[in-house]
């Protein structure tokens, strides 16, 4: 296993295949073995890095989770593309980790080449997203396919896991955290805005916000599946990564 050092801590990172640097980067409360069963329709095309975020997964556990986790994260990818000493990456983020990918681009745009940016709510989060978020996490930790899909991700201390990272994205939404470090009309990186209107954890009006953000970005474009739950990556994996494919 690959380890890299960040803030005294160690993060997991794997990589596999061969082409084009691609980072993929996982949502909240999950880890990059979210993505184990897509590599195959990307691993024969890219240089797929896969990485957990402090907190998840393999990477060294922390005491809590900042309220700005998503742009924190963008600092671990920096950290990683600098490691692996890449340059003009492209970075694919889905759900929480959209965010994270599009604060990359924001904060060191000269590593970036292009970003995909699946599944998220986009400039704010929804006036119910912490109820919203408290009952899908009280139902997933009571099911039993929750449990373990949460133990498959982060390990026996799942539980753990989820309620930091359940603690920082409440604390977030009260606090009106600013989800992007600088401004969208500032990136010049070209970003895919990608989802499904079915996408019922995400906001009603998802097709709108991206096309409002796809019009702020230098280079934006939105792609919209008609049908597919929650992440679009998952849900319609084939035709995802052939948009990917040409996207890049």
Not at 69 to 77: E, H, N, S
Not at 233 to 246: D, R, T, W
Request: glycine share 6%; hydrophobic share 40%; with cysteine.
């Amino acid at each position: 296993m690959s380890y890299f050092y960040y803030q005294d801590k160690k993060i997991y990172y794997r990589e596999v295949g061969q082409g084009k640097p691609l980072i993929m980067l996982h949502g909240d409360a999950v880890s990059s073995v979210m993505f184990e069963m897509l590599l195959p329709l990307y691993q024969e095309q890219f240089h797929v890095i896969l990485i957990d975020f402090l907190g998840n997964g393999k990477s060294d556990r922390v005491d809590s989770l900042p309220s700005n986790l998503w742009i924190t994260q963008a600092d671990q990818v920096i950290a990683l593309i600098e490691h692996l000493k890449l340059k003009k990456v492209n970075v694919l983020g889905t759900s929480g980790g959209a965010w994270a990918a599009i604060n990359t681009a924001l904060k060191r745009p000269e590593l970036v080449n292009k970003v995909i940016a699946d599944s998220f709510d986009g400039r704010s989060l929804d006036d119910s997203f912490v109820e919203e978020l408290l009952k899908e996490r009280k139902f997933a930790k009571q099911d039993v396919d929750g449990r373990e899909f949460y133990e498959w991700c982060q390990g026996d201390d799942w539980e753990v896991v989820v309620d930091l990272d359940t603690q920082a994205l409440v604390e977030c939404a009260t606090k009106k955290e600013a989800l992007f470090i600088k401004p969208l009309e500032t990136l010049k990186v070209p970003v895919l805005f990608i989802g499904s209107q079915q996408d019922d954890m995400c906001r009603k009006d998802m097709y709108l916000e991206y096309k409002e953000m796809s019009e702020l970005v230098a280079d934006g474009t939105i792609y919209m599946f008609d049908s597919g739950a929650h992440p679009a990556i998952v849900s319609n994996a084939e035709q995802f990564s052939s948009i990917v494919l040409k996207f890049i």
